[in-house]
């Protein structure tokens, strides 16, 4: 049995009765071509079954057509994380799918990781890079950016470095609404289980609940998390160790404000009764959970899209891409506050 030759580029040219070259520009986007020809070259791939070799397009286009998106976590980190990451993937893949590219997903949860991604975004293997669930100053997104690779991040980067384009959301906006409600439905001892301060988002909530404290004229009361469940468990135990007679907490994330309930639930307090809970996310488990919490709604999956968006503009020479989108959030009243 033999297989069906693949066909070519000059099996192409030959059918549409042109150019070996004119069918590479047609294949290739170029819109230099004339209308007729361009329609006889591509029912010339139709008939044919012609597909571009990749490879070698990318020779010519100097595109992969391929997008990085980063997470500078551990896999372990990363795939026990059923909630926010796969919002992020999501939403990047489902506009760059829609752009017929290709999503590249890679961790670098260590510093050697850090230096495979360095090397193979510089190697060419993709068209740009979108960093997610930054920690610290991280230097990459600027190193890169420093070699003419198209970069956007999400949540503000940290570092002094070469700036380039983000998107975040309201954090700030978000945390006063939530803690407004706590003071206005008469809560007067308010604490807060803090997200990892060694990202924006962290500091961004912690001081929007310590701004919001202040002009209330309450004292405040921080417990350290890192986004989890089981530093939500941790520290609501310490704030009760603390503080018995607290009557609301803002949870810097959902899965915090999960891990407090189930504290609060051991220590034999009521929700809301006795303590008002609020966290900071909408993940759908917030719905279902007992009580239904309050919470702050952030776009996860749009923020997503809108950095792929960013990238896509970037990529194609846009010179009028914005240094960054804020995207508003909401507080979403339900049974725990």
Same mark, same amino acid.
């Given at each position: 049995?033999?297989?069906?030759?693949?066909?070519?580029?000059?099996?192409?040219?030959?059918?549409?009765?042109?150019?070996?070259?004119?069918?590479?520009?047609?294949?290739?986007?170029?819109?230099?071509?004339?209308?007729?020809? *361009?329609? @006889? +070259?591509?029912?010339? /791939? %139709?008939?044919?079954?012609?597909?571009?070799?990749?490879? !070698?397009?990318? =020779?010519?286009?100097?595109?992969?057509?391929?997008?990085?998106?980063?997470?500078?976590?551990?896999?372990?980190?990363?795939?026990?994380?059923?909630?926010?990451?796969?919002?992020?993937?999501?939403?990047?893949?489902?506009?760059?799918?829609?752009?017929?590219?290709?999503?590249?997903?890679?961790?670098?949860?260590?510093?050697?990781?850090?230096?495979?991604?360095? *090397?193979? @975004? +510089?190697?060419?293997? /993709? %068209?740009?890079?979108?960093?997610?669930?930054?920690?610290? !100053?991280?230097? =990459?997104?600027?190193?890169?950016?420093?070699?003419?690779?198209?970069?956007?991040?999400?949540?503000?980067?940290?570092?002094?470095?070469?700036?380039?384009?983000?998107?975040?959301?309201?954090?700030?906006?978000?945390?006063?609404?939530?803690?407004?409600?706590?003071?206005?439905?008469?809560?007067?001892?308010?604490?807060?289980?803090?997200?990892?301060?060694?990202?924006?988002?962290?500091?961004?909530?912690?001081?929007?609940?310590?701004?919001?404290?202040?002009?209330?004229?309450?004292?405040? =009361?921080?417990?350290?998390?890192?986004?989890?469940?089981?530093?939500?468990?941790?520290?609501?135990?310490?704030?009760?160790?603390?503080?018995?007679?607290?009557?609301?907490?803002?949870?810097?994330?959902?899965?915090?404000?999960?891990?407090?309930?189930?504290?609060?639930?051991?220590?034999?307090?009521?929700?809301?009764?006795?303590?008002?809970?609020?966290?900071?996310?909408?993940?759908?488990?917030?719905?279902?959970?007992?009580?239904?919490?309050?919470?702050?709604?952030?776009?996860?999956?749009?923020?997503?899209?809108?950095?792929?968006?960013?990238?896509?503009?970037?990529?194609?020479?846009?010179?009028?891409?914005?240094?960054?989108?804020?995207?508003?959030?909401?507080?979403?009243?339900?049974?725990?506050?």
């Amino acid at each position: 049995m033999t297989t069906r030759e693949r066909p070519t580029l000059e099996a192409v040219a030959r059918r549409a009765g042109v150019s070996r070259a004119t069918v590479s520009r047609v294949v290739n986007g170029s819109t230099t071509v004339a209308a007729s020809i *361009r329609d @006889a +070259v591509n029912q010339a /791939v %139709d008939e044919l079954g012609y597909v571009p070799n990749q490879a !070698a397009r990318s =020779l010519v286009t100097q595109r992969t057509d391929s997008i990085a998106l980063i997470l500078p976590e551990t896999a372990n980190r990363v795939f026990s994380d059923d909630l926010f990451f796969p919002a992020i993937i999501r939403g990047v893949g489902m506009e760059l799918e829609s752009a017929d590219k290709q999503l590249v997903l890679m961790m670098t949860g260590s510093e050697a990781g850090h230096h495979r991604v360095e *090397r193979y @975004a +510089v190697a060419g293997h /993709v %068209d740009g890079v979108l960093f997610a669930s930054i920690h610290g !100053a991280d230097p =990459l997104p600027g190193a890169l950016a420093q070699r003419g690779i198209p970069v956007v991040c999400s949540g503000r980067p940290m570092n002094d470095g070469p700036q380039v384009p983000y998107v975040d959301v309201d954090h700030a906006g978000g945390v006063a609404a939530a803690v407004r409600h706590l003071v206005a439905s008469g809560r007067r001892r308010i604490a807060t289980i803090a997200g990892p301060q060694d990202m924006v988002a962290g500091l961004a909530r912690l001081a929007g609940y310590q701004d919001t404290l202040r002009q209330a004229g309450l004292p405040e =009361l921080v417990a350290q998390g890192d986004f989890t469940r089981d530093s939500g468990i941790a520290a609501m135990r310490d704030l009760l160790d603390r503080d018995p007679s607290l009557d609301a907490v803002f949870a810097a994330s959902d899965l915090m404000a999960h891990g407090a309930l189930q504290t609060l639930r051991a220590a034999g307090r009521r929700v809301p009764d006795d303590v008002a809970v609020i966290g900071f996310d909408d993940f759908d488990i917030s719905r279902y959970s007992d009580p239904p919490l309050t919470t702050v709604r952030q776009p996860i999956a749009e923020s997503g899209r809108t950095m792929a968006q960013l990238m896509l503009r970037l990529i194609a020479g846009d010179e009028d891409v914005p240094e960054s989108v804020v995207l508003p959030t909401e507080l979403v009243l339900r049974e725990s506050a």
